[in-house]
């Protein structure tokens, strides 16, 4: 196992400064832009796991987070973009490239009538939650979701109760290439991006209905509650690990193998509910993604069903 990377994080303002390191140096120094070399992911994952970014770049506007994406693209330096790192587990060897973080003008959520735009850093329970105290209907499911609102598009976040595509109106992105597209339709896919892969969320609007608050409220509760006797609360996962697969549920098999409480290093899966994997006791990634495979594999042999990962797997090779 790769020791843990405790060096702090160097950060500043690189209008200012330029931190050293030829991966910092390839991005001009402009305002917008925080840059940080060498930062563990694991304080910025939900699953406390994974090794450091080569460079972390969080991106303030959507012109200076222009400027990285063509800049990196020139360079041919892999990017990134991470929202809460709450649905996501990068390996221990971290990311060699830029990992991009949008905040400032790109994580701002305001209203106008019964729409709602939000950047694609803001939280979508930040957002979820001003719609309701406005008495308007649509996002409520999404209240206890812990993602950013570009990684509910990007993953089509929902609950039984609704998913983004169901309130979606438009949604802006920065191409590979840098320039600026908008999409407006939306195929609502179990779990897969709205937008094509490899787009950034830059910005989203949803599209609302009038309500009343105390019934909002009441199914955020309801939820809230089944949450709490169903999932595992207060410790380091990353949600439901896998899809469930068409008519089942991940859960229910994984279970009914009898993998509640496997151990592999300090990971476990959980007690509460076995599509959850807990990180107990400084797991590794290598300890988490060593259970996913084992989680899979047995289920494959014994249920004959092929899970697939809900999470994104970052640095690991493919089927491996
Ligand atoms: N079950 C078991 N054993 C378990 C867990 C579940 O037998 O250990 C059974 C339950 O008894 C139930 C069925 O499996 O009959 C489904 O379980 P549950 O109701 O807990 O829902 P889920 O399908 O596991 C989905 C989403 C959750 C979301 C809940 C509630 C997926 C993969 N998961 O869970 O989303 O919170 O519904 O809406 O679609 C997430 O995506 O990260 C997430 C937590």
């Keep these: 196992m ?16 330029v ?11 402009m305002e917008g832009l925080l840059v940080a070399s060498d930062v563990p992911l694991d304080k910025l994952s939900t699953w406390r796991a994974g090794g450091p970014a080569k460079l972390l770049v969080e991106a303030l ?15 041919s330096v892999p990017v990134l973009v991470l929202g809460n790192g709450s649905n996501i587990l990068v390996s221990d060897a971290g990311f060699d490239g830029i990992v991009l973080r949008l905040k400032g003008e790109l994580a701002k959520i305001s209203l106008d009538g019964a729409t709602l735009s939000a950047g694609g850093g803001a939280g979508l329970q930040a957002a979820a939650s001003m719609t309701i105290k406005a008495s308007l209907g649509g996002l409520e499911f999404a209240v206890g979701i812990p993602g950013t609102v570009g990684g ?3 993953t089509n976040a929902g609950t039984r109760q609704g998913s983004v595509a169901s309130v979606l109106q438009d949604v802006s992105t920065l191409s590979p290439e840098g320039t600026d597209v908008v999409f407006k339709e939306f195929e609502d896919r179990y779990r897969e991006p709205l937008v094509p892969r490899g787009s950034i969320v830059t910005a989203a609007t949803f599209r609302l209905e009038s309500a009343e608050e105390q019934v909002l409220r009441t199914r955020v ?3 809230r509650s089944m949450r709490a006797s169903s999932q595992p609360q207060g410790s380091a996962t990353a949600g439901s690990v896998f899809k469930n697969p068409p ?22 899966v959980s007690t509460v509910h076995a599509n959850f994997i807990v ?15 084992l989680v899979a594999a ?13 999470v994104t797997l970052i640095g690991f090779e493919e089927g491996g």
Excluded: F, Y
């Design 221 to 223: 509760e309801e939820a």
């Design 19 to 29: 931190p050293a390191g030829d991966l910092a140096s390839i991005i001009s120094p």
């Design 61 to 75: 506007s959507l012109e200076a987070l222009r400027a990285v994406v063509v800049r990196a693209r020139e360079m």
């Design 152 to 154: 509910a598009v990007m």
């Design 279 to 293: 990180n107990e006791k400084a797991a590794s990634a290598a300890d988490i993604k060593g259970l996913m495979d």
């Design 247 to 268: 008519g089942d549920s991940a859960g229910r098999l994984i279970d009914a193998c009898g993998l509640k409480g496997k151990v592999l290093g300090g990971a476990s």
């Design 2 to 17: 790769r020791p843990r990377d405790n060096r702090p994080a160097r950060r500043q303002r690189i209008a200012a400064v």
């Design 298 to 310: 047995t289920v494959k042999s014994k249920m004959g069903v092929a899970l697939e990962p809900e």
